[in-house]
């Protein structure tokens, strides 16, 4: 019952916050001191667990008002406020929260500082105090509900077992207990939101399982970029060898996504070489113009040495990603994001260095002429024997300078959009629905493409240079320059517009054969 259960509330929330999350009208007198023992409702939005229900107020899961609550959360910052300058520094953090009971390491109170710290001065003041325990609270709450399996406002140890298997991590139903017992109050072995929340409040917590899982920003989607960050496996999923068929799905994926976009594609690859001021090739006319050369089948030019890269590309990327981890040596099943940003370039790199020649022949299969060549390796053979072995690296620069832009502001992108829905619609869950992760990921791509793009386009460029007869041989600085003083900064994003065309129907495409292909394979789903 809420009555028996406030004198067990940790002081630190006691007080701030109603202890049904409704505006306390009735309440006694005396009762809204910070030290009355009252366990809090949700600083942020509404009551979880055994806040709600028959013992629970009678707005249910309502604010508090305003400045009630205003009051409350003020008397608990005066309190933390050991030298009364108003504003909270570690050390103030330290001493405050020990007279309080709790007892926080360093890392601990320099973590808090650090994520409520809006203005960067290294301390909180009132405003950004309270936005921290409002953020934090959210975040505590979805939690909650994702290890509530049962839905009956209380976590258990089976509960705990079952939670953080799913995320890859075992551990015994004992090693759950002792987990309950640091938390557990009343000595029930059981936590409900009330005691979860009093514990976590003002204790820095990472890697939330359920954000983590339903957010991992998977790479499975094709836009027909290699520039992407690998995706995440759990332990699980590598010890079972969930993880191979992963790939294997999210490979065919791309194959068949490939091939479907791939006319789009080698417009795009026309449009990058040929277009200029004096030959403005427009979407129509380039499809014209390919269908009037070569027929209906040279639309597809160039695609099947792009479907043939995926396979080695993956596979090494993969690789190089997961032993990049282990040199980084984090400890942690999920990298942070300066983390996954640099292993994730670094694996790209290197997957990229491994099959670069492969890139060049896609383009030279691109922009090649009815009869210039009988396939792959006829085009291989003819680039070895004219240009020798350095031709196939043509390029090679600007493809590497682009993995920087388009893999950091692709996480950064979506990092921001999956903040900004968390903040806004997450209430009961943190799961943003199919959609919702498709719309994120294509945004985040496609920001990531259009900051690369210039790189991309002096890229093919060079490595088109000897399949246009008599082209000089150029530098990625001097095609730079020679860009922009004869068609201005608009020449460097010649083709932009089939690439952007083709991103919406390459992640559907891809969605629907990854997701069959894994029904196929036996793959769980996350």
């Given at each position: 019952m809420p009555g028996a259960r406030r004198s067990l509330a940790s002081p630190?929330?006691?007080?701030?916050?109603?202890?049904?999350?409704?505006?306390?009208?009735a309440a006694a007198p005396g009762t809204a001191s910070v030290t009355d023992g009252a366990a809090g409702g949700a600083a942020g939005g509404g009551?979880?667990?055994?806040?709600?229900?028959?013992?629970?107020?009678?707005?249910?899961?309502?604010?508090?008002?305003?400045?009630e609550q205003e009051r409350r959360l003020r008397a608990l910052f005066?309190?933390?406020?050991?030298?009364?300058?108003?504003?909270?520094?570690?050390?103030?953090?330290?001493?405050?929260?020990?007279?309080?009971?709790?007892?926080?390491?360093?890392?601990?109170?320099?973590?808090?500082?650090?994520?409520?710290?809006?203005?960067l001065d290294g301390q909180l003041d009132f405003e950004e105090f309270v936005h921290y325990l409002q953020?934090?609270?959210?975040?505590?709450?979805?939690?909650?509900?994702?290890l509530d399996k049962k839905n009956d406002g209380r976590i258990d140890a089976q509960e705990i077992v079952q939670s953080l298997r799913d995320l890859g991590v075992k551990i015994s139903e004992q090693q759950a207990e002792k987990i309950l017992k640091s938390m557990d109050k009343n000595g029930t072995m059981t936590?409900?939101?009330?005691?979860?929340?009093?514990?976590?409040?003002?204790?820095?917590?990472?890697?939330?399982?359920?954000?983590?899982?339903?957010?991992?920003?998977?790479?499975?989607?094709?836009?027909?970029?290699?520039l992407t960050v690998p995706d995440?496996?759990?332990?699980?999923?590598?010890?079972?060898?969930?993880?191979?068929?992963?790939?294997?799905?999210?490979?065919?994926?791309?194959?068949?996504?490939?091939?479907?976009?791939?006319?789009?594609?080698?417009?795009?690859?026309?449009?990058?070489?040929?277009?200029?001021?004096?030959?403005?090739?427009?979407?129509?006319?380039?499809?014209?113009?390919?269908?009037r050369e070569g027929g209906p089948r040279s639309l597809w030019r160039g695609n099947g040495i792009n479907v043939l890269k995926i396979a080695p590309e993956s596979a090494i990327k993969f690789m190089a990603y997961e032993q990049i981890k282990r040199f980084i040596g984090t400890d942690q099943e999920m990298l942070r994001i300066h983390e996954r940003l640099l292993a994730g370039s670094l694996a790209g790199a290197i997957a990229q260095s491994s099959i670069y020649p492969m890139e060049v022949l896609k383009t030279r299969m691109a922009l090649r002429k009815t009869g210039q060549y009988s396939g792959m390796l006829d085009c291989a053979k003819n680039i070895l024997s004219k240009e020798g072995m350095a031709a196939f690296y043509k390029g090679y620069i600007?493809?590497?300078?682009?993995?920087?832009?388009?893999?950091?502001?692709?996480?950064?992108?979506?990092?921001?959009?999956?903040?900004?829905?968390l903040q806004r619609y997450a209430v009961n869950s943190a799961d943003p629905g199919v959609f919702v992760l498709l719309a994120c990921g294509t945004i985040s791509s496609t920001c990531g493409q259009l900051a690369s793009y210039p790189l991309a386009l002096v890229r093919t460029r060079m490595q088109a240079q000897a399949s246009v007869e008599g082209a000089p041989e150029v530098t990625m600085r001097g095609l730079f320059k020679h860009i922009l003083k004869t068609e201005g900064a608009f020449g460097l994003y010649r083709g932009l517009a089939p690439n952007f065309m083709k991103v919406i129907p390459a992640v559907s495409i891809s969605y629907v054969v990854y997701e069959n292909l894994k029904m196929t394979l036996g793959v769980q789903s996350r």
């Open positions: 630190v929330v006691s007080g701030v916050l109603c202890p049904c999350g409704s505006p306390r009208a009551g979880g667990g055994s806040g709600a229900g028959p013992g629970a107020g009678p707005c249910g899961r309502a604010l508090c008002e305003a400045s005066q309190k933390l406020d050991v030298n009364r300058d108003g504003a909270l520094c570690i050390h103030d953090l330290a001493v405050g929260l020990g007279r309080l009971g709790l007892h926080r390491t360093e890392l601990d109170l320099l973590k808090i500082v650090k994520a409520g710290d809006k203005d953020d934090h609270e959210k975040k505590l709450r979805l939690v909650f509900k994702s936590i409900d939101w009330n005691e979860w929340r009093d514990y976590h409040l003002l204790h820095p917590v990472e890697n939330i399982p359920e954000i983590i899982l339903y957010w991992k920003h998977s790479t499975i989607f094709d836009v027909g970029e290699n995440e496996f759990t332990v699980e999923e590598r010890q079972t060898g969930m993880w191979w068929r992963h790939l294997v799905a999210g490979g065919g994926a791309g194959a068949v996504s490939r091939t479907c976009t791939a006319p789009l594609d080698r417009l795009k690859v026309l449009m990058q070489v040929h277009a200029s001021r004096s030959n403005n090739m427009c979407i129509i006319g380039g499809f014209t113009q390919m269908i600007p493809n590497m300078l682009g993995i920087i832009p388009y893999a950091g502001i692709d996480l950064a992108v979506y990092e921001t959009l999956k903040n900004a829905w």
